[in-house]
């Protein structure tokens, strides 16, 4: 078992957050000497080799933000186009071992956890060995934080890479500790509370509306009356 | 009352756009206002995740598409009802390409809402949601009951609830009398 299929089902494609922690637990994958194929799910040419190499891969790698609390909607088209694969299957034929990651912006892993029920669900229709679902929140940081402060988490997901390639299934110890909190504490949401009126708090959504020259139409709601705090 | 319906089935002669049919027809009888959108038809580009409804064009997709029409669809209803059959195991594509295209409706500024981080609302108010199912010969009730938890979290994310959720296999009279009675 040494070939990963890693598949990137992030909309953004190259420049997604998704890509950057996947490309981590390729690392960990090829520690320990096994071959990895990138394929992003948003490029069309790409999306179409995903699902004819699903059938001839050992291991499959799904990474997706999470959209509206769920897949993003081409991780689902991806999913419906391996329903021939569902047959294959209850016909004897092997599905390869799936693992998942799905990473949100929001710091708590609660919101992932009625698609990560899903993702498991989805691995025994296609009569798959589950290697896990890695959740991660505070995801959009990615982008702002100085390369320094994401050591800690590039070598989480490093490990987990070479645990599946080891043992075919990442640790449930090493998952809970990447997905960290799955609420927030009493005192959490009552400093958060304070928190999100402080203008420090919507800064980087700020910096980019002016940077857009729109921030006077930040409260625009173009179908009916807009909200009033 | 005002009820928009969102059609997510692409095929456009299922046993289940009959049903659908059949169910407008009956809320209309009842006095309803009814926008059925089928979003096969809308030409939804989808949401490639580049925040520019947050940043850019505030309230609005940067794509033109028929993405618009929903989200007015949306604000303008009392009830949105959320129609798909469930494909492994879960809505279809369709429908989901139309819900990633509803981030708009909500503001990108975090608020807490019930001890969880949330986005702030834009609008002043939202419709109740539902949602209408096809299960189909494949899906079991644990699909039903799995689509339902992630709609309800999508419902809260969009400053609203999911009411109930209904299959397709129940007789479209009583469908259209619980509809109205939830809203």
Redesign the interface.
């Known amino acids: 078992m040494n070939s990963l299929l890693l598949l990137n089902g ?3 494609g190259e420049r ?1 957050n998704s890509i950057k922690m996947l490309e981590r637990i390729a690392e960990g994958w090829r520690r320990k000497g096994g071959t990895v194929e990138a394929l992003h799910l ?1 490029r069309r040419d790409q999306f179409a080799r995903a699902v004819t190499a699903f059938a001839e891969a050992e291991t499959v790698l799904l990474g997706m ?1 999470l ?8 991780v ?2 991806y ?2 186009a ?2 021939p694969r ?1 047959a294959a299957a209850k016909a004897g034929l092997r599905n390869p071992t799936l693992g998942f990651l799905v990473q949100s912006g ?3 892993a ?2 992932s956890r ?2 990560v ?2 993702l498991e ?2 691995a025994a ?1 296609l009569g798959s060995r589950y290697a896990g679902t890695i959740v991660r929140g505070g995801g959009g940081a990615l982008e702002w934080m100085p390369e320094q402060a994401n050591k800690k988490l590039w070598q989480q997901l490093r490990v987990l890479g070479e645990q599946l390639a080891r043992d075919g299934q990442f640790g449930a110890a090493e998952l809970k500790a990447i997905a960290g909190r799955e ?2 504490g ?1 005192l959490t ?1 009552m400093l ?2 304070l928190a ?1 009126k402080l203008p420090l ?2 800064s980087m ?1 700020n910096k ?2 002016k940077e ?1 020259g ?1 921030w006077e ?12 705090p | 009352m005002n009820i928009a319906i969102l059609n997510g089935d692409s095929e456009a002669a299922s046993p289940f756009q009959a049903y659908l049919l059949k169910l407008s027809q009956k809320l209309k009888d009842r006095g309803h206002t009814v926008i059925k959108l089928d979003l096969a038809t809308l030409n939804l580009k ?6 520019g409804c ?7 997709c940067v794509k033109h598409d028929g993405s618009a029409t929903v ?2 669809a ?3 209803s009392d009830l949105t009802l959320l129609a798909s059959p469930i ?4 809505t ?3 429908l ?2 139309a ?2 295209q ?2 708009p409706l909500i ?6 809402e019930g ?3 949330h986005h ?6 939202y419709p109740l949601m539902a949602l209408l199912l096809d299960a189909g010969e494949q899906a079991d009730a ?2 039903i009951e ?2 339902t ?6 419902a809260r ?2 400053k609203t609830r999911l009411a109930f959720t209904a299959v397709a296999s129940r007789d479209a009279e009583e469908v259209a009398n619980e509809l109205t009675l939830v809203a």
Not at chain 2, 107 to 112: D, E, I, L, Q
Request: some cysteine; hydrophobic content about 40%; charged content about 25%.
């Open positions: 992030s909309p953004r997604s948003a933000p959209y509206t609390d769920a897949m993003p909607a081409v689902k088209e999913i419906e391996l329903m569902v929001f710091p708590e609660r919101h009625p698609v029920r899903y669900k989805l229709r609420r927030l009493p949401v958060a509370t999100c708090t919507q959504w980019m509306l857009n729109v139409r930040r409260f625009d709601a173009p179908y009916g009356p807009a909200f009033r | 989808g949401c490639s995740g580049c925040w947050w940043v850019k064009t505030p309230g609005e989200r007015r949306i604000i303008d494909t492994m195991g879960f279809s594509a369709l989901k390409r819900a990633d509803m981030v503001h990108p500024y975090f608020v807490v001890g969880e981080i702030r609302a834009r609008y002043a108010r644990e699909d799995m689509t938890a992630i709609w309800r979290r999508t994310n969009l």
